[in-house]
């Protein structure tokens, strides 16, 4: 067989280690990072959903490809993970706590995914698990790192990548699990608006918002999400106060659509958006009050 046909043959890859090792700041451990390459049509963008979140289409070369699985650098040996800037930032007072928990990070995972492994590639079952680590590992990091925002972000990636679990492998929970994601994002998106105002928390240190990757929504995506989550995952057994916070939410919400306008900042796509979200929880307050 030729060289050109072993080459046809050869298949597309889809990720690679980066050159300098890093330095797990809990361990010490050294190890490369993985990192998706884009290229040769690797990525096929379709639309995105009301999350904000984009699809792909599946490509003929490599299948089908999940680029968030990629974003959470983690340390192969103790499990501490984060967002790839956030990971030299723990705080020092937190780092014998964070060794301390190394096997409790394992144990945690292995509990959801028998078999995870972080030297080998990336998949969908270590992808989602990263997530899920640095949601918990975020407690360690400093406050002018926006760590409860971080924590939203990552629970709401986790949620989307249950979902593309449980489309994959029905059967096996990943749908109970994705709404316990989706919960734990509505909670944390909640608590990272309250924070801003109150500046308990700096957000100064956030170059992308999300909440997917290849958009910047800035902090009106981060106002949006946090509506639509609890829209559509808050308590709804209670209607006293869950007319109050649709209230509120409505509140929130008309502050993206506002001025009317889409430019840069505020494309015309989240404008759409939040308008029908703002009648859909019209409606349901009519609806709650008998109206």
């Not at 020092?92 to 706590?97: D, K, P, R, S």
Request: include cysteine; aromatic fraction near 10%.
């Amino acid at each position: 067989m030729g060289k050109e046909n072993q080459k046809e043959q050869e298949p597309v890859k889809v990720s690679y280690l980066l050159k300098n090792p890093l330095a797990c700041p809990v361990c010490g451990a050294d190890f490369r990072k993985e990192e998706m390459l884009t290229g040769r049509g690797r990525l096929i963008a379709r639309d995105t959903t009301e999350e904000l979140r984009r699809s792909y289409e599946p490509s003929k070369k490599v299948g089908e490809l999940y680029p968030l699985i990629y974003p959470i650098t983690v340390c192969p040996s103790c499990y501490y993970a984060s967002y790839s800037d956030d990971f030299p930032h723990i705080k020092q007072e937190y780092i014998g706590v964070a060794l301390s928990q190394k096997t409790k990070r394992a144990h945690d995972i292995t509990m959801l995914f028998p078999i995870v492994d972080f030297r080998r590639p990336r998949n969908l079952f270590s992808g989602t698990a990263s997530h899920i680590l640095a949601m918990g590992c975020y407690t360690f990091a400093p406050k002018d790192r926006a760590p409860t925002f971080k924590k939203g972000l990552c629970a709401l990636r986790a949620a989307w990548l249950f979902e593309d679990l449980d489309r994959k492998y029905p059967g096996q929970n990943y749908d109970r699990l994705k709404l316990l994601m989706y919960r734990k994002a509505m909670n944390f998106y909640e608590r990272t608006i309250d924070y801003a105002q109150t500046g308990e928390e700096r957000i100064e240190s956030v170059k992308h918002f999300g909440p997917d990757l290849d958009k910047n929504y800035g902090f009106e995506g981060v106002l949006f999400i946090a509506s639509l989550l609890l829209y559509k995952y808050g308590k709804k057994d209670d209607t006293e106060p869950r007319i109050q916070k649709l209230e509120n939410v409505k509140r929130t919400i008309s502050r993206i659509f506002g001025s009317g306008r889409s430019s840069k900042s505020k494309p015309s796509q989240i404008l759409d958006l939040s308008k029908d979200l703002y009648e859909e929880i019209g409606k349901e307050i009519e609806g709650l009050r008998g109206e």
